[in-house]
């Protein structure tokens, strides 16, 4: 099916609702806005003096990580359509504003957002001195700290740079998306003709991506002194411009558009596409130029004017350019106490009834929740696909994994004797590179590698094996998750998975890859909730069915968490049942669009977010349907790029004792959380979560919960009878 006739199926004819009448654009949050409101939150706990020292340059850094991405797509996605002349208001849940007056209100919040970054780390430089944590300047080095740098910078450093001067035989080099960069200003000793000063000129070097960016030192009198490999660079650059006076330099980075821009040619396949377009990609426009606070003025407008940027899109920093850059700090510091405390995941056993996982799931359905339960039996159950000779075939879907992933390394052996399919979504952003490497390496080894539907993001986690059991019976068994097949973000990720053999699921499941390799339609997926399929649909119609309940006196109340809220539909949906009488309760992470509390409107909806040492990633759906309870997990958030454009999967949780945990010990435990938690109020502020009595963290419960009277089973890597 092409996307021009699938998008007939995709989204249906939205329904007519009673709002109230208040203005429309007050009904919505803005976006963008609520985005730099989630950054702030996670600034917060930076700045937050009971978290761990070094945790709090690790929140810092993340929020620099975050802060790139979004100018990268969302700044550089309005710069565009500012360019094409496009200069319409946006829809009422995206602030009504045009992209020029989104634009506006963006910049100076993010401006004020980066000013406020550099004051913590400012803040935090005499509390990691305190504990004998340096950051050091170059003059500020002892002499053997200098002689060991040095030493680096001749043996590791001075090989890899290129120092330019700019001039008509040397034009400004390609500077590309997000490199830390030296710009000097420069004047040639030479005497010109009548005794004339030659005039300024451009220097730039580019400091190589492929060295740390922080150079631990020498330790000295117990502290652990670290430079930054720029600082080095600059300590040299008269060597590099010998005949040049260096009149003045400061290190500067360029962010640019990294949006991906695919057009459909049938001579070219989505592997190529893609590769064209990432070559791109570090060469797309220009949308923000950091430079050192102390940059002269000249510098700072030469860089700018050669970047064609406006005013407000250059950023002068007070410490650091690229705050990312202290996560190494964080690592490279080796000093536990000041790090939260190690947490062990529980690892999952098989019941001393079983031979194998396959036994096990034969007998019930297994949930885990991640980090605070391993990962490791994921990485099992698709590992017992490969080793376990009674497995005939496999199909995954891979969204993102980790460069030494066991499950990849799985998958590559089964390719070897079974028949192994996998789904690589190739547009996974800023993972498209290593997942085109992950295609090619599948294929080499015999798997059958697919990229789901053209102009749909393969986003649903599924696994599905098929096994002839020793009763000569052929059944499907099957993982299906909230988050990625990573095994390293499955350790600060919070995640749903389970795992099944339910023939409604994996049946389902079945007709799910079908979908993604043959590009058919099912006339059902149940008891699957399908996007772009049947999801938006269905999920609007769990939210009427709650208000039909109330409307009838019957129990209604949702509870969902999530990581954005912002789908126009859904969310007029809820506004509609709260008015009906429908209590609802949301854990929304991130982007939240939906205006809680308003009197007529929303007065039954609650929005909290919870940002803390894991980084909340489950999507879990509780509807109490009068009494018959049903509960979701899945890939999907709430929202138009989720529900409509791309493939994800939402699964029911069937087992009683599964959906109590997730309802009495998981959901309870965030909204119970008074700690990590942020209330979302009327005009859009976030307040913290009232300590009414005794102190609650959710995470620090489900840790403690984990840690709790482990079993002595059976080991969960006696996956395989055989």
Known sequence: MSPDKRSTTKSAPRKKTSLPSAPAESQFFNRDESWMKFNQRVLEEAQDPTNPLLERVKFLAITASNLDEFFEIRVAGTLQRIEEGYNQAQPLDEGGLTPQERLDMLSERMAEFVAEQYRCWNGLLPLLEAEKIRVLRWEDLSETARAFALEFYVSEVDPLLTPVTIDPSHPF?????????????????????????????????????????????PSEDGYSDFILLHELIESQVEKMFRGYEVLTRAAFRVTRNSNLYMQEEESRSVLESVRAELHNRRKGDAVRLEIENGASDEIAERLRTNFELDPWQVFRTDGPVNLYRLMNLYSEAKRPALKFAPFLSKEFRLGSKSLDIFDELRQHDVMLHHPFDSYSAVEGFIEAGAVDPNVISMKQTLYRTSKDSPIFRSLIEAGLSKDVTVVVELMARFDEDSNIRWARELEDAGVGVYHGIYGFKTHCKLALLVRRDPDGVVRRYAHLGTGNYNPVTARFYTDISVLTSRIEITSAVQKVFNHLTADTESTSYDPLLVAPITLADKLVGLIEREAAHAKAGKPAHIVAKMNGLIDRRTVEALYVASQAGVQIDLIVRGMCSLRPGVKGLSENIRVRSIVGRYLEHSRIFHFVNGGDEEIYCGSADWMPRNLVERCEVVFPVLQSDLKKRLRDEILHAYLKDNTKARLLQPDGEYIRAPKDGETFSAQEFLMGVACEGAEERTPVRKLSGD
């Open 173 to 217: 080099p390609r500077v590309l998306n997000k490199a830390l960069c030296l710009a000097l200003l420069l004047r040639h000793k030479r005497k010109l003709s009548g005794a004339r000063v030659a005039p300024a000129v451009l220097g730039v070097v580019t400091v190589p991506r492929a060295l740390p960016r922080l150079i631990a030192l």
